[in-house]
């Protein structure tokens, strides 16, 4: 249970905190959407028991995603279609994930006896199913962030991919040391105000992210591998860490917003999905819609003002940097006559990322939205690029614009 109220918490609050910040009538929603990947059963569809428990209108549809760590982006995108087929005005989008307490089930064989024995109509055949009960029976089945058809978890994969892409223990953890430092710098600049206070039953109020720990390269190369062992390079360090979180966001027709007095933060231009092999590209998402939504747009590279990709792993950021600097992979592998380029690190991620602010599965999508809309305003940029990898082999890319000031 306390499983089920702090999913459903998660969400609310940042459902709260986001008519708190715009100060929309709740009645004006007419639509909403969260994603999330871990599902807990009580509340499989919880964009709308959340937003029940929000105070939107019980008249206000409410649906759920999911799509692995592109669930948010899910969200947003399919709020996109909503409003640009002139079905709604103004959508609520987002996502929540818990991972401190993800649903544990029971083994196959306990479940088949429990359902049995709820079948069961008399006394003997309840003793009968009882008999045949063993120890084993009782061993759970704990979750894992392994891909279904392969069998091999994301640590797994992102540890040969760097291998396969020459990318050292060094280049992690110099990655990861500076997604944390920026978003370190970022914090104490107040850039990161997005965040929405939380209080965690039993606990303090969280006023903000509490994964950022700038370490030393000294420290982090103590580490030992996560996933290949002993002579694989993912570590602790260089990897996301599991978090707990919510997003959402405001998304209107550009109409409805000027009429009802809102002063809109960016557009939310093109946006591509993409998928290939979930064995030995399952995070080379970016790589495959970068150029996609860059050419839907009419874009380059060059006119981007400020890249936001998903950090699951260093090993996965760095080894997308070399499949999108190559020609070779790009002939061989993406049918292309000419790479992309990779993103200059100066417009990169520089607030922080995945590996330091946290994953929480099904809310980040936006928060890397949020990110390029802000970096943009803050920057003066005009053209934010947000890209991710997800499970099944899957991808996204979306093109951010800033609105006119």
Known sequence: MIWLEQHFRAVQASSWGLLHRTNVP??????????????????SNVAREAALGAGFSDRTPAHTVTMACIS?????????????????????????????DVPIRH??????????????????????????????????????????????????SADRLAAAFAVSRLDQDEYALRSHSLAKKAQDEGLLSDVVPFKV??????????????????????????????????TAANSSFLTDGASAMLIMAEEKALAMGFKPKAYL???????????????????????????????????IDAFEFHEAFSGQILANFKAMDSDWFAQNYMGRKTKVGSPPLEKFNNWGGSLSLGHPFGATGCRLVMAA?????????????????????????????????
């Not at 969200?75 to 994930?97: F, H, K, N, P, R």
């Not at 803050?378 to 991808?395: I, P």
């Open 107 to 156: 083994s196959r064989k306990m479940r088949k006896m429990m359902l049995e024995l709820n079948k069961a109509k008399t006394l003997g055949q309840r003793l009968s199913l009882i008999s045949k009960f063993r120890l084993n029976f009782l061993s759970p089945e704990l979750p894992a962030v392994a891909e279904f058809s392969t069998s091999e978890t994301m640590g797994h």
């Open 269 to 303: 231009r093109d946006f591509v999905y993409v998928s290939q092999d979930p064995k030995d590209q399952l995070l080379l998402g970016p790589t495959y819609a970068t150029p996609k939504v860059l050419e839907k747009a009419g874009l380059t590279m060059n006119d």
């Open 26 to 43: 709740k009645d004006v929603v007419d639509y909403i959407i969260f994603g999330t990947v871990i599902q807990e059963v009580k509340t």
């Open 72 to 100: 948010a982006n899910q969200a947003m995108t399919t709020g996109i279609g909503l409003i640009a087929s002139g079905q709604y005005d103004v959508v609520v989008a987002g996502g929540v994930e818990l991972m401190s």
């Open 373 to 405: 809309a802000n970096r943009l305003r803050k920057e003066g940029g005009q053209y934010g690029l947000v890209a991710a990898c997800a499970a099944g082999g899957q991808g996204h890319a979306m093109i951010v614009e800033a609105y006119p000031k």
């Open 201 to 234: 039953p039993g606990k303090d109020t969280v006023t903000k992210d509490n994964g950022i720990r700038p370490s030393s390269l000294e420290q982090m190369a103590k580490l030992r591998p996560a996933f290949i062992k002993p002579y694989g390079t993912v």
